[in-house]
């Protein structure tokens, strides 16, 4: 039973598709977290969000975009994604920035591109 | 260059003996410690944390050990459930400041047979 709730659960699109992830929280956190995670691999953190400024972006490619239009909730808008983008996306939240504090995860959304 | 590692890619253990989860680091700055746990289908789960300033910490079933000099941590479980069983991931931080981020192991999957 996870508070942090991302949509959809499951995801197929093709390259030419515009798309967006949903992911919202209610704890009053006010940091918000994108990951990437492949099949066998750690999560990668693509983009931090503090205090609904974007603060960190680990140089990800323009066809990921995120928002952050309040702060209980986080877009992450896809457009002309290419197969290798093919992941399982996490969105995480924390109390704070700072990497002590324990982050909270959602159950992530698959995303495959055709 | 994986700053965090763990080597062993799986673990079984039998119910009600102890796990023990190795993990490795190379970066000296790193002075916070977390393991996550995950589930198949779900996102990680925060489990417990150390600070570089501690060598042990202990929460119910799950300690960890922080040896600084060796720059190696692991997660006790004892005693290990069958629910203990899912990918347990160690993570590191370098600072607390607001562009920490956390630095994720590939995982280790526990499996605890009845």
């Known amino acids: 039973d996870t508070e942090v709730t991302q949509t959809p659960k499951h995801l197929v699109m093709g390259m030419t598709n515009k798309k967006s992830l949903k992911c919202e929280q209610h704890?009053?956190?006010?940091?918000m977290y994108w990951y990437k995670q492949k099949a066998k691999k750690p999560p990668e953190l693509m983009f931090v969000?503090?205090?609904?400024?974007?603060?960190i972006n680990e140089s990800v490619p323009s066809r990921f975009s995120p928002e952050c239009p309040n702060s209980s909730l986080l877009n992450l808008h896809l457009h002309a994604l290419q197969p290798e983008d093919s992941a399982l996306y996490l969105c995480?939240?924390?109390f704070g920035q700072g990497a002590h504090q324990p982050q909270h995860f959602g159950d992530g959304t698959r995303l495959s591109i055709l | 260059d994986q700053q965090v590692k763990q080597n062993s890619p799986s673990l079984s253990v039998q119910e009600g003996r102890i796990s023990i989860l190795n993990c490795d680091y190379t970066?000296?700055?790193?002075?916070?410690f977390l393991w996550y746990k995950k589930y198949p289908a779900e996102g990680p789960t925060f489990l417990i944390s150390?600070?570089?300033?501690?060598d042990k910490n202990e929460d119910g079933r799950f300690t960890v050990f922080l040896n600084k000099s060796a720059k190696h941590l692991s997660l006790h479980i004892v005693p290990s459930q069958p629910g203990d069983s899912a990918v347990y991931f160690c993570?590191?931080?370098?600072?607390?400041?607001?562009?920490?981020?956390?630095?994720f192991g590939k995982g280790i999957t526990l499996s605890v047979r009845p």
């Open positions: 993570a590191a931080s370098a600072s607390a400041g607001a562009n920490s981020k956390l630095t």
């Open positions: 970066n000296s700055m790193f002075d916070y």
């Open positions: 704890m009053g956190h006010r940091a």
């Open positions: 969000y503090s205090y609904e400024k974007l603060s």
């Open positions: 150390i600070s570089s300033i501690k």
């Open positions: 995480a939240s924390s």
